[in-house]
């Protein structure tokens, strides 16, 4: 037995030897997604994004070897994020954190990479708070109040309505959504005659759309987690005779993603939404872009995989700032104030507060030459989350 | 002018007639064969996919795909059951649950792998869409297609099972099949036939339910919930009690939903407890 032990403990030192030398060359970035579960395709679509930037620039930077280990939460789980989190850096050793799919994933990796003195790069999940959980979170992808309130304020001002109803689906994403868009159109002058909140998990929209349609609104504020819902309340909405043509109905950009207004079809048209990214977004930039990811994927990317490219784009530059260091503390320092083009537009990291600030834009799907699609109509420049240090 | 209360009836009756065509077919195999097949979804999530393929790559239209649904789930639900649920007939609920379980992930899986994880869109032909205008009520076309289609398939189960020669061989072979099998019925033949049939079924309700919720490979779980409830408030193996519990589930739900938006959905499951503490082997069950 002991000589067992002896030659298992020899193995063992064997091999860490090599690792830990090559470990020198290498920056490790862990990435917390849920892969599998009703949230797969998310997880898909950033890994995408991740895939493709690493096609484009090499997996090389600053001198060394970019490696991603990827691991998989199945959903929304806090603990699950937190243990694959500490996996990740105790016995992968990773230097960036990176991913999240949903919010309680970052939330749950958050102490660890505060712990740990680890940068750790928000590629999509979108409540205000996570970048207020430690000093070495850094988001690339959205907050929910950066559009909604954004949303709020258009429609009141520019989008012509005074009375609204707003509709979002029943946790967090969806309250801050409520709260953010009612706070921002109440500012703007604007009345919120009436709201709900519909569960989560909710396969049938007919009786929440009728409750709306009873009350006659002159315009509707809609928020539904992306995947089958869009789609269903899209149709829900055509089925009552609730024509976006005369009545406005104003969403984030899940609600009327390419999926969703596929689905949906002609009876989309007219649908408005406040958002940050679109596979149909005009630019140069953003062509080439949809053009690479397209030959690599066969699909459009989205906020998702723009989010993931984005994140990329960040690691790579604060690395070669840093010169390949690694830690927390000289890759957030390198991150904060970072300013580029995306093809999204123009984008920057606040320096205060770690976040984005992107340019918003106002859409309206429309048919063009026989496509569904969103079409920019306004846009809203250099807008930060507005929520943070607000009490 | 009709009052709200009607429309909420009339979607709640649609959106029941969906889950009455989903779970009828666990019904049966459940309460005749005693089978706990929890991969029935899963056998739901291969008629949507088919009805997807067929109507986008080769531009079938809605209607001839539905059939096509119901066939594609049938055959492959026999060689399921002819390679792996025919060994597990005597086995524990146990050891039943956890193979059909398994198969539902793989199933998963599998979709995730050649469909991919996004949601499919399906295009339904101009005359479902849109609605009648009725007194003052909205009637949603496709709503009452599905109302007609869940009638059509009680009325079409219920002659089958009670008035058929087939039908009296399943229910023999059900109550004694020892019995049965000394008059010489073939009871291997007439599960297999039986199982298609359900597993047929629920091919067609995921065909039918995409145009109202969706489809993607989570499909397998996502409603396996609610026809398990639908189950086990109608009663194990009555195809009545399967109609009567999918009508109360989908009003409930509807109503719940329009009258008491705080409580959402969670009204469903208020009616499952006070059913089941009021019958508890469901509204129309015999054991």
Sequence with gaps: MRHMMTAAAALLAAATLPVAAQAQGTVKIGVISAYSG???????????????????????????????IRKDTGGPNADVAKRLAQELVVRDGVDILAGFTLT??????????????????DMNAATAIVTEKSPYIVRVSLTLPQISETAGTWLATKGGAKKVYTMVSDFGPGIDAETGFQ???????????????????????????????DLNPESIFVFVPGGAQPAAIGKAFAERGMDPAKIKIISTGEAVDEQAVKAMGDVSIGRLSAWHYDYNHKSKLNDDFVKAFNAEFKRNPDFFAVGGYDGMHLIYEALKKTGGKADGDSLIAAAKGMKWESPRGPIAIDPDTRD???????????????????????????????THGRK | MLPPIFGVLFDGIAYGMLLFVLSVGLSVTLGLMNFVNLAHCAFAMLGGYTTVVLMQ????????????????????????????????YRASDLDQVLLTIGLAFISVAIAAWFFTTQQQPVDMPAYLRGSYQFFGLNIGVYRLFLVAVG???????????????????????????????????????????????????????????????????SFAFTYLVYVLIVVSVGGLGSILGSFAAACLIGISDVAGKYYLPELGAFLIYLVMVAVLMWKPAGLFGRR
């Excluded at chain 1, 159109?185 to 009786?207: L, W, Y």
């Excluded at chain 2, 009670?162 to 004694?176: I, L």
């Design chain 1, 104 to 121: 309680p994933e970052a939330l749950g990796a958050a102490g660890v990479a505060d712990e740990a003195k680890k940068l750790l790069v």
């Design chain 2, 57 to 88: 790559d080769l531009h079938w239209p809605f209607f001839a795909t539905l059939p096509a649904a119901f066939f594609i789930a049938a055959l492959a639900s026999i060689v399921v059951e002819r390679t792996l649920y025919r060994r597990l």
């Design chain 1, 38 to 68: 009703q949230f797969a395709d998310t997880a898909v679509q950033i890994d995408n994004g991740i895939k493709l930037y690493m096609k484009q620039h090499g997996d090389t930077v600053a001198g060394k070897k970019i490696e991603v």
């Design chain 1, 356 to 386: 984005i600030v992107q340019n918003v834009y106002i859409r309206k799907v429309e048919k063009v030459g026989g496509a569904i699609v969103n079409v920019d109509i306004d846009k809203v420049e250099n807008v930060k989350d507005p």
């Design chain 2, 151 to 217: 009638v059509a398939v009680t009325a079409m189960l219920i002659m089958t099972v009670e008035h058929t020669r087939f039908g009296a061989q399943v229910r023999a072979a059900v109550d004694n099949q020892r019995m049965a099998r000394g008059l010489g019925i073939d009871v291997d033949r007439t599960f297999a036939v039986t199982f298609a049939l359900g597993s047929g079924l629920a091919g067609l309700g995921g065909a039918l339910a995409i145009e109202i919720v969706g489809l993607d490979p």
């Design chain 1, 183 to 213: 706070r921002a159109f109440k500012a703007a002058g604007g009345e919120v005659i009436g709201s709900v909140r519909m569960p989560v998990a909710n396969p049938d929209f007919s009786a929440f759309v009728q409750r709306a349609k």
